[in-house]
């Protein structure tokens, strides 16, 4: 059984025929994304595409570095929609390429905002070393 790799598949495990196909149409709408000249979606990464059983519906993640919720990667991810679905027709051996649905991932920045909050409070309440003490503790000879 192989390895899965990135965001697991909710259609099924990794190794699974839809979530191959899934990091297939992540793989080419990420490389069509490099012809895209525009700056809207420069700084956007793709993190995991979740396909349907059928193959007619794929959600498409992607996280951005400086402007998550930014409402202009939601518009340009519209605008070139067919073109990345076509690229998805052209770069895969799918019957039909599935209709493709673009969704921010929430998963980076909550798991940032958890260590922040884990962060801030350590700084308040810092925990007791736990080394020093035993240290102590050998040299009284207890």
Not at 110 to 135: F, K, M, N, T, Y
Request: hydrophobic share 30%.
């Amino acid at each position: 059984m192989g390895k899965g790799r990135g965001r697991h598949n909710r259609s099924g495990a990794p190794g699974t025929r839809t979530a191959k196909a899934g990091e297939l149409i992540r793989r080419v709408i990420a490389s069509e994304l490099e012809y895209i000249e525009d700056e809207r979606l420069e700084l956007v990464s793709l993190t995991g595409v979740d396909v349907d059983r059928d193959l007619h519906k794929a959600v498409v993640y992607f996280t951005t570095f400086d402007r998550d919720g930014d409402p202009e990667i939601d518009e340009a991810f519209e605008e070139y929609r067919g073109r990345l679905r076509h690229a998805v027709s052209q770069g895969t051996k799918l019957r039909r390429a599935p209709e493709l649905e673009f969704r921010s991932d929430s998963t980076l920045r909550s798991a940032a905002r958890i260590e922040e909050i884990l962060r801030q409070e350590a700084e308040r309440s810092p925990v007791p070393d736990l080394d020093s003490g035993a240290a102590s503790e050998a040299e009284d000879g207890r």
